[in-house]
């Protein structure tokens, strides 16, 4: 339901701040510029879940190969007592609890190709013990939001972009953009234990979580002592290490457990075609919105309001021309990237802005992108306080990113 408002609302703002510009400024460009943007966006969400299908496939494939393999049972009961308790109504042993392990991982690895197959599958697979098929259930509002969260230790596309237009240090928003993300999983998991009465101060609870803090933290102690250059080799090396480590893992527990391997990936490869063809019209309908959101011009008056309020009350406002890609972020992945491109290359790419636009495009999700694209999957109508629960993350995520800013770059 509350989807459905915002969809409306993009619509509705952008036709009003048109017709403003229309009759005010006279300008004859927005609302061509508007129409051309549904098309262009409606041919985006086309290519994007076509081009989908085949990361999919290979994932969901290689993830079948896993879950046939015993992989399931196993990370099961590594993190059992720390998931049972967030995701309580996640029976015992359930493939739905390795899959949100994996898509985790991948999303705290920077790797979205990967992630994002991997939560589709957990999305389904939450969906089969779901009682109300129209309605979110707990479970797939906790992990809804704890995606949206965004929690990154190795931002790797990001400094790659920042590689390609010539920073000379691009690197140098790693530790920033980690104290960022933290800023928007934690806001995001209290909100959500809090909506749905879960026991933070839960003793295990509180182990796993101060666990993870300290291991985070050793990461950023080691990857500060190394120099730009290295913490980009090593990064890398890591990320390649793990991913195929993993892959490795299961096709050895396949082999030890006898499962026909190429004939369970094949399996779970088709399901992961099914499931790319299924999102398109859920795609598709908030790519447009989007894109006629963001042709009408609403995005630079947000930013001229913002900087004046600041101002008014006397704060730094150094950092609102990157606002932007912290706003855009929510909605389109694509959108943030092509925003910080765009004001890297306007204000230079190692800039305070220039970072701190690289910052809030690896603070958080693209959380309704997200919400069209896991609930769509599942064909979920009633979305509850995901949405809400994502936003909040963001936000905490931009707060955390202007605070890393300023630390880091000011």
């Not at 104290?179 to 809090?194: D, E, N, R």
Request: aromatic letters at 12%; proline letters at 4%; glycine letters at 10%.
């Amino acid at each position: 339901m509350v989807l459905n408002y915002i969809w409306v609302a993009f619509f509705l703002i952008a036709f009003v701040v048109a017709l403003v510009k229309l009759v005010v400024f006279q300008d004859m460009e927005v609302f061509p510029g508007m129409l051309q943007s549904t098309f262009d966006m409606a041919k985006t969400g086309l290519e994007i879940s076509i081009g989908l299908a085949g990361v999919m496939s290979l994932w969901l494939g290689l993830m079948k190969i896993g879950e046939r393999g015993g992989m399931v049972p196993i990370l099961s009961r590594l993190v059992g007592p720390f998931f049972s308790r967030l995701f309580p109504s996640i029976p015992k042993n359930h493939p739905a609890t390795g899959s949100i392990i994996m898509n985790f991982s991948a999303n705290i690895l920077g790797l979205d190709n990967a992630a994002t197959p991997l939560g589709l599958k957990a999305m389904n697979e939450l969906q089969e013990i779901n009682p109300d098929k129209d309605t979110a259930s707990d479970a797939q509002i906790m992990f809804l939001v704890l995606n949206a969260s965004g929690l990154t230790i190795i931002p790797i596309s990001i400094m790659a972009d920042r590689a390609m237009l010539g920073s000379v240090n691009p690197t140098s928003i790693f530790i920033p953009t980690l104290i960022a993300t933290f800023f928007s999983t934690f806001i995001g998991l209290l909100y959500i234990c809090f909506r749905q009465r879960i026991r933070l101060f839960d003793p295990v609870l509180m182990a796993w979580i101060l666990g993870m803090i300290t291991c985070v933290g050793l990461i950023i102690w080691y990857f500060a002592g190394l120099s730009q250059e290295q913490v980009q080799i090593q990064s890398s090396l890591f990320t390649g290490l793990i991913i195929f480590t993993i892959i490795v893992s299961f096709i050895t527990l396949g082999l030890r457990n006898k499962v026909p391997i190429f004939e369970a990936f094949v399996d779970g490869a088709k399901e992961g075609f099914a499931i790319s063809i299924r999102i398109i019209p859920f795609l598709v309908g908030l790519l447009v919105a989007i894109g006629v959101f963001r042709a009408s011009g609403t995005l630079d008056y947000i930013e001229d309001g913002v900087a004046f309020a600041l101002i008014s009350l006397g704060i730094n406002a150094d950092f609102v021309p990157a606002l932007p890609v912290g706003l855009l972020k929510p909605m389109s992945g694509q959108g943030a990237r092509s925003m910080m491109i765009e004001i890297s290359k306007a204000y230079g790419v190692d800039s305070f802005v220039g970072n701190v636009a690289a910052i809030f495009r690896g603070c958080a999700e693209t959380t309704l992108y997200l919400v069209a694209l896991y609930f769509g999957s599942v064909q979920v109508r009633n979305t509850r306080y995901a949405v809400t629960g994502g936003l909040i993350a963001d936000a905490a995520g931009v707060a955390g990113g202007i605070f890393a800013g300023y630390l880091f770059f000011g």
